[in-house]
């Protein structure tokens, strides 16, 4: 079973930008989809993306145009690249096959 873990969280502006990545522990090349959920304090957790074998690609609305997800089959890695970044992004970030999940990393930004 493939394990993972995210990196690339911590404390942005308004505004600003950060990249997660999530880091396979083995091949997610026949991997059908993997995504990014997030969860903030007190809320269920979401889903923000997700990410199909051929790179089709879903966000939920309120990202659209903000964020961008992406896969490198070669280094078994996806991307969450995250710009105009608002408090309301806020979260705790976690990277997922569907299958397994990661253990999460945190995105905090400050008004």
């Known amino acids: 079973q493939v394990q993972l873990v995210e990196s690339g969280g911590g404390v942005v502006q308004t505004g600003g930008s950060l990249r997660l990545s999530c880091a396979a522990s083995?091949?997610?090349?026949?991997?059908?989809?993997m995504g990014w959920y997030r969860q903030a304090p007190g809320k269920q957790r979401e889903l923000v993306a997700k990410i199909s074998r051929y790179g089709s690609t879903e966000y939920v609305d309120s990202v659209k145009g903000r964020f961008t997800i992406s896969r490198d089959n070669a280094k078994n890695t996806v991307y969450l690249q995250m710009n105009s970044l608002k408090p309301e992004d806020t979260a705790v970030y976690y990277c997922?096959?569907?299958?397994?999940w990661g253990q999460g990393t945190q995105v905090t930004v400050s008004s």
């Open positions: 083995g091949s997610i090349f026949r991997l059908n989809v």
């Open positions: 997922t096959t569907f299958d397994t």
